[in-house]
């Protein structure tokens, strides 16, 4: 039996609501579960900001027991800090060659390697600025 944390959705109609289960993989997304782990609510609440409670320590065991996170599970957890960013690749162009520089996740720029920051296309380089001062 594979167990996935995945969420299983609740709530009306256009005003979705989300739990955090552990559950088996063959079980239908709403059917029976093992144990709810947290919620998530993706509508923006008094603040304006999205509401999501979870229970890390037993996050934490299934995680430890072999359990798969959903991905966006996965994205939860790195959110609240439980998980390392998914790996991103970045698509130089369609049905072309992938771009291999990392992308940060949290803003969807590319890192440099060096510095690890996330750097902007659309800064002029210093050796243009040269250029344009010379006589």
């Known amino acids: 039996m594979v167990v996935r944390l995945r969420l299983s959705r609740l709530g009306c109609k256009n005003r979705p609501f989300f739990r955090v289960m552990a559950a088996d993989s063959r079980s239908p997304r709403d059917g029976k579960h093992i144990e709810v782990l947290g919620y998530f609510n993706p509508l923006p609440g008094q603040d304006g900001g999205k509401r999501m409670g979870l229970k890390f320590d037993r996050i934490k065991y299934w995680l430890s027991v072999g359990a798969q996170a959903s991905d966006p599970v996965q994205r939860l957890l790195f959110r ?3 998980l390392p960013p998914p790996p991103m690749v970045a698509m130089g162009r369609k049905g072309g060659d992938r771009d291999t520089r990392p992308v940060d996740p949290m803003t969807g720029r590319y890192v440099d390697a060096e ?3 996330p750097v902007i296309d659309n800064q002029p380089k210093e050796e243009d600025n040269a250029e ?3 006589p």
């Open 115 to 117: 510095k690890k920051t």
């Open 132 to 134: 344009d001062k010379s």
């Open 80 to 82: 609240s800090g439980l």
